[in-house]
């Protein structure tokens, strides 16, 4: 485990590509994996890409890494595809789909399957997104199965979400239904060049109208196509002007440090289970304990094993 480690901080691929399976298959030694690559991470920019399958995401997140190469930054990519309920096994298609990124050293690209997991995501992908960070990458993109009313766990995942619409198919009406309305950051009209694009541009500005605070941020619709290149510019500026505006107004900070709380929660949760009978109240020491977690002093996994030992001595 200390040379695959070590190999993995001197950026060696196949050390990524590893340390990644082990993580994504739960091996006995992920927690201490997680552990040590704790402090590396929170430097990555992660945007998600969600929406129906059939929107184009794909193609839409392989004009989007070719945009940001031409700026000399690194991207990892998370396509997450579904699980077959019959075989176990998955179409990981998206590195076909890619396949022009293949041979960029800039680039590197894992599927996943969903291993029965709902909400769009496999249940380790938050665990691959801190390998890809910890690995250094500027950027990490993770790109949902595409399963509509499921989508919700990117917005746990992702500091920008980009929601995937099309014409013709219903789209934007039965985002409404699903509420995908409210985990939008930045929305994108894909196959431009087909009729019906303006028509579901339109209702989605109208549905924002009625829905947005004005004092917040209101998510851009944009208008593209990942066959003609149409707009691909412009969506990379919305993804960069939600970014400056979440900057400046400290909300990243915030909402990273929400999510840390909340990560490390769930795992005095999950350890709680098995070692106690009864629900307990968390006296003051739990939120010291979060709180050199959001500071990085400690990771999530050491905070957590820390409450646990100091509940187990309140109860004794």
């Known amino acids: 485990?200390?040379?695959?480690?070590?190999?993995?901080?001197?950026?060696?691929?196949?050390?990524?590509?590893?340390?990644?399976?082990?993580?994504?298959?739960?091996?006995?030694?992920?927690?201490?994996?997680?552990?040590?690559?704790?402090?590396?991470?929170?430097?990555?920019?992660?945007?998600?890409?969600t929406g129906s399958?059939?929107?184009?995401?794909?193609?839409?997140?392989?004009?989007?890494?070719?945009?940001?190469?031409?700026?000399?930054q690194t991207v990892g990519i998370i396509a997450v595809d579904p699980t077959s309920p019959f075989t176990g096994g998955a179409l990981l298609g998206d590195r076909i789909r890619m396949q022009e990124h293949a041979l960029d050293k800039g680039v590197f690209i894992r599927s996943m399957g969903t291993?029965?997991?709902?909400?769009?995501?496999?249940?380790?992908?938050?665990?691959?997104?801190?390998a890809m960070d910890a690995f250094g990458f500027d950027w990490v993109i993770v790109e949902t199965v595409g399963v509509g009313q499921a989508e919700?766990?990117?917005?746990?995942?992702?500091?920008?979400?980009?929601v995937v619409l099309t014409p013709g198919a219903g789209d934007s009406i039965q985002t409404i239904k699903a509420g995908i309305m409210e985990i939008a950051d930045v929305f994108a009209i894909n196959k431009a060049d087909l009729?019906?694009?303006?028509?579901?541009?339109?209702?989605?500005?109208?549905?924002?109208?009625?829905?947005?605070?004005?004092?917040?941020?209101?998510?851009?619709?944009?208008?593209?196509?990942?066959l003609t290149g149409q707009g691909i510019n412009e969506l990379l500026e919305a993804i960069m002007e939600h970014r400056s505006n979440m900057e400046v107004n400290d909300l990243i900070n915030k909402i990273r440090s929400e999510r840390i709380r909340s990560e490390t929660l769930d795992i005095v949760n999950y350890k709680w289970q098995k070692k106690v009978y009864k629900q307990l109240?968390?006296?003051?020491?739990?939120?010291?304990?979060?709180?050199?977690?959001?500071?990085?002093?400690?990771?999530?996994?050491?905070?957590?094993?820390s409450i646990l030992d100091y509940v187990a001595k309140k109860t004794t």
Request: glycine share 6%.
């Open 1 to 49: 485990m200390k040379d695959l480690l070590d190999r993995f901080k001197i950026k060696e691929t196949r050390a990524l590509a590893r340390l990644i399976s082990l993580l994504e298959n739960e091996d006995p030694n992920h927690e201490e994996i997680l552990k040590k690559i704790f402090q590396q991470t929170g430097r990555a920019y992660v945007i998600g890409f």
């Open 53 to 72: 399958p059939g929107a184009g995401k794909s193609s839409l997140v392989d004009q989007i890494v070719r945009k940001i190469r031409q700026q000399n």
């Open 115 to 130: 291993r029965g997991s709902l909400g769009g995501l496999a249940k380790t992908t938050k665990d691959v997104v801190k």
């Open 152 to 162: 919700y766990d990117i917005i746990n995942v992702a500091d920008t979400t980009i």
């Open 195 to 226: 009729p019906g694009a303006d028509r579901v541009a339109a209702e989605v500005e109208i549905m924002l109208d009625h829905q947005c605070d004005q004092n917040k941020w209101r998510p851009p619709v944009k208008l593209v196509s990942s």
């Open 281 to 305: 109240s968390l006296p003051g020491k739990v939120n010291e304990l979060l709180d050199q977690v959001t500071q990085k002093q400690i990771d999530p996994y050491t905070a957590a094993y």
